[in-house]
């Protein structure tokens, strides 16, 4: 059985950072794309980042230059740090393995304020 399971998220204030982190079972993420998904109040879920088999690197526009994503192969386990956060990056984070199937994890609450 695949489990994916987020931790991490909070509370936090406009300019600080947090660290979300996607402990997978059932899996080897060294096999599959990993990413990091969002979804605000009254919004689509969006990509907000991603990394390849071969360690290529996606980010959304609205993130790039505060987000980091990184995987520990040895863990089993994907990171994703936020620095920098601002309101708008108030959302419930999810994380996503995709190979053939797609497996998500229940989501983290990140919540930012001004």
């Known amino acids: 059985q695949v489990q994916l399971v987020e931790s991490g998220g909070g509370l936090v204030q406009a300019g600080g950072s947090l660290r979300l982190s996607c402990a997978a079972s059932g899996i080897s993420i060294s096999s599959y794309v990993m990413g990091w998904y969002r979804q605000a109040p009254g919004k689509q879920r969006e990509l907000v980042a991603s990394?390849?088999?071969?360690?290529?690197?996606y980010y959304a526009d609205s993130v790039k230059g505060r987000f980091t994503i990184s995987r520990d192969n040895t863990k089993n386990t994907v990171l994703l740090q936020m620095d920098t956060l601002k309101p708008e990056d108030t959302a419930v984070y999810y994380c996503?393995?995709?190979?053939?199937?797609?497996?998500w994890g229940k989501g983290s609450l990140v919540t930012v304020s001004s």
């Open positions: 990394m390849s088999t071969r360690d290529t690197i």
């Open positions: 996503n393995a995709r190979r053939v199937s797609d497996y």
